[in-house]
């Protein structure tokens, strides 16, 4: 969705709080209250409370790595594919090749990189849409990952790196700090570098920006590098957490994660949001499904919420918060002027 740039619509460089963020600040805070005092086991104290994010930080990783290919307004849908190829890669290299874990975690992550390029160079050269890329791509990797698991996945990873996924310091689990130190990394790389700049410039009008001079493709195809590493690293950490690998295990990655990106207020169409916004929806959303299974509902309950959170968060975005959305066009119907004569129009 191309609009317009000119200097009555400025792009926004660095994204402020503003009042997505502050209401989704907001029901957090209140979800946990209720969480804590209406169901039982929920909240054990501050390290407990934080000990629970280990069990969705890892949609938080893929979100980040969503949060720029959304703001070029792109998207990926094979970023569950790499994140469970990374994982069985990283898995084979270790236990059927003799590599340290210190080699196979690094090369899994540029294995992941080397995805997200192919997403991006056939995005970039076919002109083709990037969810049928995608999708498309994500149906391969899957096939391949398959096929390289085998029968019987690697499992049984050391204690050391387990502690990648379970493990904590001062209380604070190892997940946690990483997801919050490339939190800030993502953020800075968007509100504070050229790239970052190009990256929103991308998705508020495609057309403008490769006429000022910024090569559009490169920019695309460095979006999808980011998602590519970042689901990779969500794999690497599945397998830490669970201390095993399976061919499906990213499978659950994508739904949530894509959820957590839209409703932290990114534009679909690209061009808008913040990466605050995107980590709020992560602990929100986070949250909201520990609670609920901790509370005895199933998996497939808060599959069901989380489908629903996306399509409420796509559409109270596109109806009350954006340029040119139905809000905005029935004002703009019902406000315009009366026809001129047609002498006027043929003067």
Do not use: C
């Not at 009008?205 to 195809?221: K, P, Q």
């Not at 499906?248 to 839209?262: C, F, Q, R, S, W």
């Amino acid at each position: 969705m191309t609009r317009p740039l000119n200097a009555a619509t400025p792009v926004r460089r660095r994204p402020r709080i503003g009042g997505w963020e502050l209401a989704l600040g907001a029901l957090l805070v209140v979800q946990l209250l209720v969480f804590s005092l209406a169901v039982p086991g929920f909240f054990d104290g501050v390290s407990g409370l934080l000990n629970v994010t280990t069990n969705f930080l890892p949609f938080g990783l893929v979100a980040l790595g969503l949060v720029p290919v959304i703001l070029t307004g792109g998207i990926d849908l094979s970023v569950g594919a790499v994140a469970g190829f990374s994982a069985v890669l990283m898995a084979v290299l270790w236990k059927h090749f003799g590599l340290s874990l210190g080699v196979a975690v690094p090369l899994a992550l540029v294995a992941g990189g080397l995805l997200g390029a192919l997403n991006g160079l056939l995005i970039t050269r076919t002109r083709t849409e990037p969810l049928i890329i995608t999708l498309a791509t994500s149906f391969v990797f899957n096939s391949v990952t398959t096929a390289l698991a085998g029968a019987e996945p690697p499992s049984g990873f050391p204690d050391s790196f387990n502690a990648l996924g379970i493990g904590a310091i001062g209380g604070v689990p190892y997940q946690l700090i990483l997801f919050a130190v490339l939190a800030i990394v993502i953020s800075l790389l968007i509100t504070r570098t050229r790239f970052g700049r190009s990256v929103v410039m991308v998705g508020y009008n495609r057309d403008a920006t490769r006429y000022s001079g910024i090569n559009v493709d490169r920019t695309v195809l460095g979006v999808y590098v980011i998602s590519g590493v970042m689901a990779a690293l969500a794999g690497v950490v599945l397998a830490a957490y669970y201390s095993a690998v399976r061919s499906d295990m990213g499978d659950i990655l994508l739904l949530t994660a894509l959820t957590m990106v839209v409703l932290g207020g990114i534009n679909i169409f690209g061009g808008e949001g913040s990466v605050l916004g995107a980590v709020l929806a992560v602990l929100l959303l986070g949250f909201l499904r520990q609670g609920l299974l901790i509370a005895g509902f199933s998996d497939m309950v808060t599959t069901m919420v989380t489908g629903a959170i996306l399509l409420v968060a796509i559409t109270a975005k596109n109806l009350l918060g954006n340029p040119g959305t139905f809000v905005t066009q029935l004002q703009a119907r019902f406000s315009r002027p009366s026809p001129s004569p047609p002498e006027n129009v043929m003067k």
